[in-house]
């Protein structure tokens, strides 16, 4: 043909291989000509003993799905997630009307699935394709090397909209960060406490040999920082190498929303994550608070170690501590830290593990989370203990009322 074709090569490929002819020219031959990729699976039938399924093939329009036989198709995941989603359905459907069916008895596919099942299992697989887009922003995004995975077994519920992940501080309008002016000049602050940057502080090193934390709650922590001498193996680097952890947001089953459990082992003491979002005014964090009622938010985060001036909001730009639940018998303890920046009114919020936290255990830390007093030394600290002590706490608004679940819950979350 000497007419110019309008039509690109590949989708010539596709032409061909929807109405199955080879074209050499094309290099649409036998051996690829039945080429396809399964999307997902969209509905099910069994006409005598064959079972065929409706396939939604990738690339292509809604309008070219086609019933297929089970043993053409090799998409053995699909076709498991497929069935896991219509069990799980049809079971919350006979729980719903009161019923107890057998497992084995929601394991026998229906013959035909009405349309309200097949709706449902494609809205599933489309769901799911839209938290896999997210999964895979969220790991582009972050810069540590903990890994995100991101699950909602639970409902039909999507990403989180106008959420943006951020890794460290976004500085919000009025708020001024200054940089450290001075570093220590340690070769190893291990040893050399006298002169280092928790030494100048008059307290000990916050962490041991193996970054767990050893000083109390309440203390605050001064690491080195970029204008030490001591290199980025310095044991007193913790809280800015990042989360080393790998973790799972996923959907609770409980009305909690999102949550976050982690992946690996924790052990006792060991730092988790940061508390991350937009630092505002607090007279900019009470015009919020009243928008974050009506919501029933609950991410903005005083930074008041020393004074009420400062206010994290993670409600819009955040990390994946934006996703961890409350709980009135937490596994994850709030520290002060300072880095780069010593101005006592903006330190960075830690989180650093209570306990040891086995894998595949939700993350959680008290909103309305107080310090006992602790015996301190006669140290800088001691006179203004009472205020500098403390941790902040998500900010205080109304009364919400708390799911946790755990044995001595207060009921209300403040």
């Known amino acids: ?40 699976l969209c509905d099910y039938k069994r006409i005598q003993d064959e079972e065929l399924y409706l396939v939604k093939w990738k690339g292509y329009p809604d309008s070219d799905c086609s019933w297929e036989p089970r043993h053409h198709l090799k998409c053995f995941n699909l076709l498991k997630q497929f ?23 929601i394991a026998r596919c229906p013959r035909r699935l009405d349309s309200s099942l097949s709706h449902h299992v494609v809205l599933k697989a489309k769901q799911r394709q839209r938290l896999r887009m997210w999964e895979q922003k ?74 767990q934390v050893k000083v109390k709650p309440g203390f605050p922590i001064y690491e080195c920082n970029s204008l030490c001498r001591c290199g980025p193996s310095c044991p007193n680097r913790v809280v800015q190498k990042g989360i080393q952890y790998k973790f799972c947001i996923f959907r609770t089953s409980d009305g909690r929303g999102w949550g976050v459990r982690t992946l690996e082992k924790i052990r006792k003491n060991s730092f988790v994550m940061e508390y991350v979002g937009e630092i505002i005014t607090s007279d900019e964090a009470e015009r919020r608070g009243h928008i974050y009622d009506r919501q029933g938010a609950t991410y903005l985060f005083d930074l008041d170690y020393v004074e009420d001036v400062y206010t994290v909001d993670a409600a819009r730009y955040g990390n994946i501590s934006h996703f961890v639940n409350h709980s009135c018998k937490p596994n994850l303890q709030v520290y002060n830290v300072f880095i780069d920046n010593q101005d006592e009114r903006l330190p960075r919020i830690a989180f650093f593990s209570t306990r040891t936290i086995r894998t595949g255990e939700e993350l959680t830390f008290d909103y309305n989370m107080q310090v006992d007093p602790v015996d301190v030394e006669s140290t800088k600290m001691d006179s203004n203990f009472g205020l500098a002590g403390l941790p902040g706490s998500p900010k205080k608004r109304i009364r919400v009322e708390c799911k946790c679940g755990a044995a001595q819950c207060r009921k209300y979350l403040f």
């Open 1 to 40: 043909c000497s007419v110019q074709c309008l039509s690109s090569e590949s989708h010539l490929q596709e032409l061909c291989r929807i109405e199955h002819v080879c074209c050499a020219p094309l290099g649409v031959n036998r051996k690829n000509i039945c080429n396809f990729e399964v999307e997902y």
């Open 138 to 211: 969220l790991n582009n995004k972050h810069a540590h090397p903990g890994f995100i995975l991101v699950e909602n077994e639970v409902d039909l519920e999507g990403p989180p909209k106008d959420f943006v992940y951020i890794n460290q501080y976004k500085v919000g309008e009025g708020v001024t960060i200054t940089q450290s002016a001075v570093g220590c000049k340690c070769r190893d602050c291990f040893t050399d406490e006298g002169g280092c940057c928790p030494g100048g502080f008059q307290h000990k090193l916050a962490y041991n040999e193996y970054g």
């Open 83 to 105: 069935h896991r989603d219509l069990e799980r359905e049809l079971l919350r459907r006979a729980k719903a009307a009161g019923n107890t069916p057998s497992r084995k008895s």
